[in-house]
């Protein structure tokens, strides 16, 4: 019942924020009060009841929702990131904010659609509803090139959807499941002939490929993430909204297992290619979106080296870094929006040297910098370390390739910090203020949450990893040296304390 | 006693409280609150420290303590945890024993510069996540200590970073520093793949009993080499350090001389149980310290800025740890960073000294004789010149006559160039004495070469700087009694540290042979020092006049031009494929895709052509249809 | 009895006459006389392959007939309307060009 809630709760607040249109106090207060409410409700999601209610019966659709494992994972974070992002946009939105933010509001109960659906017509649905408000979101508040960009984002991911589609309603009854609903599915299809399975598989992949997104399907997200909104709230949408692996992960590979078999390696190397491509193209970046949005690429190039590597540690660590690089490259994403009101420019060589009079701002940012190239202890390490960890298991040359990335990452990392913070200041900035570090907080305490204590997620995500690839069989003993006196420090305490049930 | 020990984990803790004190409320408590603050902290870190190693005493075994689960993925559950044995011990005592010593000196050095409570923000990280290298059970939470020193590094390098020029020397040290990441990070893979755990003290348990000299170890060697040859400074990964004295000079005496170089030697010690199973990787460790120790004291004798002749020099010193653990001698790597670190940070402090006394003046050859002006620095400056050089009684001596004799009697190096790498680094230990007596003579002793108007301001260092300058010399001449030569007296360090570290077996040589090797490392310091006196004071470097512009003395400026190398190979090239990139993905792969929906309108503007009104067009299509049904039907047989 | 084959032949040389006279025949006058045309020639098929029909006693000869005078009927209304509304187009512009004629486009 709960993950009903959270997907109606922001329906119910979109409309009413959007009837209040261009009242921005009112569009804060909405906003808020719905975010708020969410996270807190998505809080208690693990563990919950699901719903399952028939749908369109003589289709075989049921209305389930199903908060298993990943999904809630999910749900969570993307529940914690929109938090701030609807602050900001009611805050910064020039005109209508109240209907930016009822965009965002109905977006975030699509992505919870999405994750939390157990019938796979109504993932996708979710999948399609979901698409609606990022696309107004870039024709109605974009910047001066967004047609071009709406027209390229449409395509790909109309393109994709149908074919999409075709396998979606070809699967049930190929299979002959009873309904549906991700059990009876499951059920049934691994009983498919391979071949079957295979242009199954292909039909969706293509769709999914195109949201992860996945190299070559992925330039809608370069113009994409450049047109939007300068406050970045909608390019943070547009990163939750990256739903592409969650689709492969919890519906396409373990229904059709075969076909992952086949065409699994195709994808892996494609993988590897998008991390690699999206990180080397980033070091050339001069403008700050597309910056973003070539290294944001490269982060699902990874997730998606470790979904394909069809381990278990893989895929623990790849929807783990899903779920983090929600915060990382959100945050970057209202970061560079708070830099462009500084400077009216996503331009690099506008800035320099702004450490000296925005000295929080600057660590802030490198402390969210940081943690999207992957440095340890923050939130995105523990997904990229297991995400190759696990493919490498398997695929050590690919893997190795991948993990090349990290260098490339040190390179536009630290050069995009250096540009933006270091050497000698044009003119003096604005320190960040009250809303700015309000909007930083909870994105901030996340990382740190996620990047401190994994496991728990970890624990949830593998509900749903071990219906894809077997626990390994090597054993593991993580007992101290024979000799060593252990002393448990209270860990039960600590754990409790941290994260909840394991 | 156990409880003592354990105590020793909330070390980084302190560490990272006074560092968030600093970051947070910094900038509002006056000098010197700040610095005070971050002594304090590693002070307590210190005491602990002490605690932990007395609470050690009785036993060789360490203490686990575990913190938090930290990742679970099927059958892979680690823990975030400590293990504080004798080894993470003595290093602990090292980064916090010197580093407190380098905090307050810093309180002097970092006086009214604006960035004061941000400097020892970082300083106090840096030991938190050193710390936390250094004890964790595990290599993942190694690999967060091991990172986290590297974004301090970089933080403080780039320290006064209104000058472009710093930040991009800490960009490069943390790029170099992540190739060599990516190198501890495919170890990291390859380990799990193979011991199928991730916790070093099983991994050393389970060593003994794989396959001796297998591929699989071997490689595991070798990555772990790359890691911490990226940490180390050592070839090829050399190239970051001598920029990286871009940083506050306490910063290159604590990070790039005490503790974060050292690193990699540590790492290599405590899976010395892996290397001793690897003899292949082991012997390039070995090989690449002792290259390295040779290519950085050669390039030192060139170099003419105070800190960059020490930059290099410890990156040879360090190539001296680096042979050693890859000889199989961990104990004796250990001994020479500690002992290294008290010279190392001796120098680096007294360079500082100079540094802060002359205004910010760092090329030598605008100094000398400054000696005279300032005793104490100058006096402690020949203490860690000796000591480095390895004279005899003091600390350097010791811990590099241990190296030397390791690596020649190392059985994992038997057969692989024991002795060439033992030539190699006796070699060195004479360009040493020679380029560290070039150091002092040209700053401290004969005439002066100095600018009158620095003249007058020149002072010796206050009391804050100088306590710290005394009691680092202090050390650097009694440490070494912890390592007397076992073969004639009682080895202290030895005896704590070998419990800890990996067997390997050494061939045992007569006691007179032991002498001979002793004598012949004396022989090569008073040659070193001896060319030295020569040429600087007996000649007034008349005979190296002339190769100033020399084709040797080039290379040796250039450190033999592996940073021009790299600039070429990697940077130029990297950054046009980067480019290559950009351009091919906005222009091929961009367009074409969105050239399908050119090619739908297209298609759309031929349809329309057809909807053209004209009524005789389309009779005719009318026409067209009909016939071609009819003869469709009659082929195909439809009508009978 | 003139064989049927030759019927069809002369039928399809009218019908033929007929459809180049539509589609080349810019007058509108003249498309309509084309029109009746390719009708006759229809007619003239079908009373042939009734009288053959008949003549093998498969079919009566009156269906065929009959269909012909259906027909007829049917060509003169044709006529009468098609005249009708080219007289009201005559009015309104004066040209009869069918060409001219080319409002019924998307």
Sequence with gaps: MIALFVILIPLAFA?????????????????????????????????????????????????????????????????????????????????????????????????????????????????????????????????????????????????????????????????????????????????????????????????????????????????????NHPSGAADVAGTLYKVGAFGFFAWAMPLLPIGVERVGPVLLALAVVTALYGALAATAQTDIKRLLAYASLSHMGIVGVGIFGLHLAGLNGAIFLLAAQMLSTGGLFLI???????????????????????????????????????????????????????????????????????????????????????????????????????????????????????????????????LIAAPTATAEAPAPPPAALAVQAGPGALADALGGSR | MNDVVQWAALAPLLALVGSLINAFFGRSLKEPVPGILASLAVAGGFVLAVLAFIGLQGSDHGVQVTLWRYLTAGTLHLDAGFMIDRLSVTMMLIITGVGLLIHIYSIGYMHGDDGNSRYFAELNLFVAAMLVLVMADSFPLMFIGWEGVGVCSYLLIGFWYRDRANPDAGRKAFIVNRVGDVGFLLAMFLTFKAFGTLNIGAVNAAAPAMLYGSATLTLIGLLYLLGAAGKSAQLPLQVWLPDAMAGPTPVSALIHAATMVTAGVYLIARIGAVYAMAPAAASTVAWVGALTAFVAAFAAFAQTDIKKILAYSTISQVGYMIAAVGAGAYWVGIFHVLTHAFFKALLFLTAGSVIHAMNGEQDIRKMGGLGRKMKITGVTALIGTLAISGVPFLAGFFSKDAILSGTLTSGLLAGNGGDVVYILLLITAAMTAAYMFRWYYGIFAGASRVDKHAAEHLHESPPVMTWPLGILALGSIVVGYLGLPEFAFPNLIQRWLEPATAKVDFNTVSVSTDWLLVGLSILMVALGLGVGWWVYHVRKGAPVASLKESNLAGASRGALGFDALYRILFVASGEGVAGGIATLDREVVDRGLTGTGAAVGLLGRLATALQSGFTRAYAFAMLLGVVTLVVVAALTGVLK | MVPTPYYIAVSALLMTIGSVGVLTRRSAIMVFLSVELMLNAANLAIVAFARQWSASGVEPALSGQAAVFIILAIAAAEVAVGLGILVAIFRNRVSTDVDELSEVRL
């Design chain 1, 336 to 466: 560079s929006g708070m830099l462009y009101e500084r400077r009216h420019s996503f331009d690099l060589d506008k800035f320099g040297g702004l450490a000296k009079s925005a000295p929080a701002l600057s660590a802030l940012s490198l402390f969210v910098l940081f943690t999207a190239i992957g440095v340890p202890g923050l939130a995105n390490f523990p997904g990229e370390f297991l995400s190759l960890l696990g493919t490498y298991q398997q695929h050590p040359w690919l893997a190795a390739l991948a993990t090349l990335s990290v260098i490339a990452a040190g390179v536009y990392g630290v050069n995009f910090f250096q540009r933006l913070y270091q050497g000698e200041e044009r003119e003096p900035t604005r320190e960040i203020g009250a809303l700015e570090t309000f909007a930083l907080i909870p994105l901030i305490a996340g990382i740190l949450w996620l990047g401190l204590s994994p496991a728990p997620q970890l624990q949830r995500i593998q509900e749903q990893s071990k």
């Design chain 1, 15 to 227: 409309v009413v924020t959007g009837l209040t249109g261009t009242r921005r106090s009112l569009a804060v207060l909405f906003g808020l009060v719905s975010t708020l409410a969410t996270f807190a409700l998505a809080l208690f999601l693990p563990g919950s009841s699901g719903v399952s209610v028939p749908w369109i019966p003589g289709f075989g659709a049921t209305f389930t929702l199903q908060p298993g494992g990943a999904g809630v994972v999910l749900t969570l974070v993307a529940a914690l990131t929109m938090i701030p992002t609807v602050l900001v946009a009611a805050r910064r939105v020039e005109r209508a904010p109240g209907v930016f933010v009822a965009l965002l509001l109905v977006m975030q109960a699509g992505l919870a659609g999405v994750f939390l659906a157990g019938d796979l017509i109504l993932f996708y649905v979710a999948w399609e509803v979901t698409l609606i408000p990022s696309l107004l979101l870039l024709g109605m508040f974009g910047r001066d090139k967004r047609r071009a960009a709406v027209l390229k984002y449409l395509v790909y991911a109309i393109g994709g959807s149908f074919l999409m589609l075709i396998s979606i309603l070809a699967i049930k009854p190929l299979s002959g499941a009873a309904s549906y609903r991700f059990a009876d599915l499951m059920a049934a299809t691994p009983h498919l002939a391979g071949a079957t399975q295979v242009w199954l598989f292909v039909g969706l992949a293509i769709g999914m490929a195109v949201k992860l997104p996945m190299w070559p399907l992925h330039s809608w997200l370069i113009d994409f993430n450049e047109q």
